[in-house]
């Protein structure tokens, strides 16, 4: 029988929390700015999945990035709602791009 040594939850510990979070960030980011595969519906929709725990965390990029898909991309009523709510508080946050993406909706 193999015992579990406090050691081991010792180095589990140590790794940083935020990691996980950046790395889809990144991931998600270049998926949508690759100009190949950011116009693809299946990887916005990877893309998506990927912003939307940080942007639940309060990540003021996700919350933009992840708006500005829900407000361009998402047919339904619902999604757009959340989309605009994502922007609004990454504008409240001073992102540039969700503000400007906000005036365009507005007009």
Known sequence: M???TSTSSV???NTPPE?????????A?????????????????????LLKQPARQG???AQSRLGQ?????????RD?????ELLRQAARAGDRLAQQELSKIED
């Not at 990691?19 to 991931?27: D, Q």
């Not at 898909?69 to 009523?77: K, V």
């Not at 757009?80 to 605009?84: A, F, K, P, S």
């Open 2 to 4: 193999k015992f579990r």
């Open 11 to 13: 180095a589990r510990s």
């Open 19 to 27: 990691a996980p979070k950046r790395f889809s960030l990144r991931i």
């Open 29 to 49: 980011v270049w998926l949508l700015d690759n100009p190949r595969l950011g116009a693809n519906p299946s990887v916005k929709h990877v893309a998506g999945h």
């Open 59 to 61: 990540v003021v990029l």
């Open 69 to 77: 898909l829900m407000c361009r991309d998402c047919g339904s009523a």
């Open 80 to 84: 757009q709602r959340i989309g605009y």
